[in-house]
């Protein structure tokens, strides 16, 4: 009981959610994007799994965080891997299309999940661990939150898409925008383009270009192979 009179351990704990309210996002529109085209009961399914499998993610990552990011080019690796998860989930379905028109199947889309979580857990990790401490109950914790505010965010996000297709164009740019930023937060890269820097940003910007530009290229491909 100690620990709960700890004030240290309160603050950690603030920081904590806080950091998985504003990190958490990007993953809840990844599972969302990825899940939007699927029969509701599949959609839970995806949901589900493509959390669960986003816990035992982050709790290996908490793990070896630090030393993954100290590997060199794994965070380029990973920021291009984003950057075509994006594309296929523009191509998957257009603003055009509504829920249950993607041909994506309940495996598929489950592990586009668990990719791109891969890459997209490392700030929150990285941000939770930190706040933590070293306090493995505040890392705990922190793991747990995490899990409802995933759910609720991909869930509300389905929704949204459904009523406002033009979201799924604004969450691909956003996978877009966190894949630049991945590429240039590598170990080798970092030192030539400073977090926060006008680079950084432009490579940010660039990402999400790049994803909404080659993703309705490909839609429109698409579409016109099929009125062929």
């Not at 998957?92 to 489950?110: K, M, Q, T, Y």
């Not at 661990?129 to 389905?158: D, E, K, Q, R, Y």
């Not at 630049?180 to 999400?208: N, Q, R």
Request: charged share 10%.
């Amino acid at each position: 009981m100690d620990i709960l009179s700890n004030p240290q351990f309160w603050l950690g704990l603030g920081q904590i959610i806080w950091i998985n309210i504003i990190l958490s996002g990007d993953n809840a529109v990844v599972i969302a994007l990825a899940a939007r085209g699927l029969e509701p009961r599949q959609q839970k399914q995806a949901i589900f799994w493509g959390t669960a499998a986003a816990v035992v993610l982050r709790v290996v990552l908490t793990i070896v965080a630090v030393k993954l990011m100290q590997l060199p080019w794994l965070q380029l690796i990973g920021g291009l891997l984003l950057l075509w998860i994006g594309v296929q989930l523009l191509n998957d379905g257009g603003d055009e299309e509504g829920e249950g028109h993607s041909h994506s199947g309940l495996l598929p889309a489950i592990r586009t999940i668990l990719v791109a979580d891969l890459v997209m857990s490392l700030d929150n990790v990285i941000g939770v661990a930190a706040a933590a401490n070293g306090n493995l109950t505040l890392l705990v914790i922190g793991l747990a939150i995490a899990i409802p505010i995933v759910i609720f965010g991909s869930t509300l996000m389905i929704k949204i898409m459904g009523r406002f297709p033009v979201i799924v164009t604004l969450g691909a740019a956003l996978i877009g925008w966190v894949g630049g930023e991945t590429v240039v937060s590598d170990k080798m890269i970092e030192p030539m383009v400073p977090h926060h820097s006008f680079g950084f940003y432009a490579a940010a910007a660039l990402g999400a270009l790049l994803v909404v530009a080659v993703g309705k290229f490909l839609q429109g491909r698409k579409g016109g192979q099929a009125t062929a």
